[in-house]
């Protein structure tokens, strides 16, 4: 994947290394159609252990970076309801709720969960 985001100019993939150890990564995927070429969609995952010491934020400021400077105008994301501190950096950085996909995930308590769908677009 690391390899085809690399030598695709729509799709950007990062990573974040402590010591020689994958702690996070990033990637922002776009699609070829003409329609959806304005915009791409945004990722990020960060080892459990390492959450506080702002690798996601600074991926998801890298991104935003990356998108603004190549011509893309929206980026999009999906994240889980209870996750309030990703959903509130996420509107420090001139993201905001457009919508829910309601009972959209089950966790491993058994629960229903919404997802978040949130988007940023730069004029």
């Known amino acids: 994947m690391i390899k085809t985001d690399t030598e695709n100019p729509r799709n950007l993939f990062l990573v974040a290394a402590v010591q020689d150890r ?16 304005h915009k791409v969609e945004f990722g990020v995952c960060v080892s459990k252990d390492f959450w506080g010491y702002g690798i996601g934020k600074n ?5 935003v970076s990356w998108a603004d400077s190549n011509g893309i105008k929206k980026i999009t994301l999906n994240v889980l309801e209870t996750n309030d ?10 993201f905001e ?24 677009f730069n004029e």
Do not use: P
């Open 59 to 63: 991926l998801l400021n890298e991104s």
């Open 97 to 120: 709720i457009e919508g829910i996909l309601k009972k959209d995930k089950v966790l491993s308590d058994g629960k229903y969960y919404n997802t978040v769908i949130m988007g940023r």
């Open 22 to 37: 994958l702690v996070g990564f990033s990637r922002c995927e776009g699609i070829y159609l003409n329609r959806f070429s």
């Open 85 to 94: 501190k990703a959903i509130q950096l996420y509107k420090k950085h001139g």
